[in-house]
């Protein structure tokens, strides 16, 4: 607990407030975006770089990292997607890095960046995007309307309304509003669950290391390793959870049955 | 908490960093490890073809070997006989040169004693006449007794 605030409450309710810009559901959450995106760029220069600089003949350290993560999610790709994936394996891969970056910034000490913040004039900050249900509703609210086009793209127009309309029970008339109801559930579980789950985890994640900080200073280093530690698991964990359930969704909606 | 304008803002950077990284970041990455993965394939292959080609000269090396070494024997078996031939020739060459001077000193002794024999008797005869002539030197008439005493040295 570094940063000065008068109470308990008001120290972790300074941790969870955005630096915004606007009101309400205009506002912007001007952390997550920066952070994000300078996630995102550190992402695509990494991986841009490596790209430009690829060779089939020895690769070079910089090169290799690279191509382990790439095989890496090719391989889960393949084995999830049967179709075309020219898009959906840069897509997974994106989306593996990119979440997996956001979340590697709960393990910076939690004080850091928000006190920096301070100095600089920043009344708020909150480093870790994936901690931001914009963020992770924004990912799968993407990969939703991806759902919906791979659908049209591989059952065709009529095929996808007519798994709508007779999907599960039948084509029984009476049987339609039933099938159409449970869809309609089951499609939109897919966005949701998608978010919450990485929202959930990683604020679940973050909270946890603010408490660790309101502990004395000798107290916070057992469990503030320990949580650390077992995060190193979660956060990629839950980037490669999200990245293989978008595969899966993907494949569902792409496949004809 | 909740959702706000910020998703919107998300859903454009998160579709950019996915059309970047589809444009060009996967592809030659890809590129790049499925042709270094056809490369290795193709060194694999090379390295199997050229083993084999070792194995198929080593047994052609051996092959030659062997012919070179019963060329080999044969040559020494042949100059063998050839050595054997080469002294035996040069034996018979050697005992006919030696029957041959042997022959010859033969030849040679033979005619000196012969001519040794033919001065002794010469002087035999010399001898004996002079003998004579010293115990006879007066009743023998020299002329009268000559023819007799030719026939005598003509029988030594």
């Keep these: ?257 | 908490m909740g959702v706000n304008a910020t998703l919107l803002g998300q859903m454009i950077t998160f579709i950019l960093f996915v059309l970047f990284t589809m444009k060009f970041v996967w592809p030659p990455l890809t590129a790049a490890m499925a042709e270094r993965a056809e490369r290795i394939a193709d060194g694999l292959a090379a390295a199997e073809k050229g083993q084999q080609a070792g194995e198929e000269a080593k047994v052609q090396v051996e092959a030659a070997l062997n012919e070179a070494r019963t060329e080999a024997a044969a040559l020494i078996a042949q100059a063998q006989k050839r050595h054997n031939d080469v002294v035996d020739e040069a034996k018979g060459v050697a005992a006919e040169e030696g029957s041959r001077i042997l022959e010859a000193a033969r030849a040679q002794i033979e005619q000196e004693t012969t001519l040794a024999r033919e001065t002794l008797r010469k002087q035999v005869a010399v001898l004996a006449v002079a003998g004579a002539e010293k115990i006879l030197v007066r009743e023998i008439d020299a002329a009268g007794h000559e023819q007799m005493l030719n026939e005598l040295a003509g029988q030594l």
Excluded at chain 1, 39 to 64: D, E, H, K, M, Y
Excluded at chain 1, 179 to 199: D, G
Excluded at chain 1, 230 to 247: G, S
């Design chain 1, 1 to 257: 607990m570094i940063i000065a605030a008068s109470s308990t409450a008001e120290y972790v309710n300074h941790h969870l407030t955005f630096l915004t810009s606007g009101e309400g559901v205009n506002a912007l959450n001007l952390d997550t975006l920066f952070f994000s995106t300078l996630l995102g760029l550190l992402f695509i220069g990494v991986f841009g770089l490596a790209a430009r600089r690829a060779t089939s003949g020895v690769p070079g350290p910089l090169q290799n990292f690279v191509e382990v993560i790439v095989e890496f999610v090719d391989t889960s790709v393949k084995e999830g997607f049967q179709g075309p994936r020219e898009f959906v394996a840069p897509l997974a891969l994106t989306i593996f890095v990119w979440t997996f970056l956001w979340n590697l910034m709960d393990l910076v000490p939690v004080d850091l960046l928000p006190l920096a913040g301070q100095q600089m004039g920043l009344p708020y900050l909150r480093v870790v995007p994936s901690a931001d249900m914009s963020a992770t509703f924004a990912l799968s609210i993407s990969v939703f309307i991806l759902i919906l086009i791979y659908s049209v793209k591989g059952k065709g127009w009529g095929g996808f309304a007519k798994e709508m309309l007779y999907h599960p029970f039948g084509s029984f008339p009476l049987l339609i509003p039933a099938n159409l109801l449970l869809n309609f559930v089951e499609l939109l579980a897919k966005p949701l669950s998608l978010a919450l789950r990485l929202f959930g985890n990683l604020y679940a994640g973050e909270l946890i290391f603010i408490l660790i900080a309101l502990l004395p200073w000798w107290a916070q280093w057992v469990p503030g390793l320990g949580w650390a530690i077992y995060h190193i698991l979660v956060i990629t964990l839950q980037a490669f959870i999200f990245m293989t359930l978008t595969v899966v969704y993907l494949s569902l909606a792409y496949e004809k049955h």
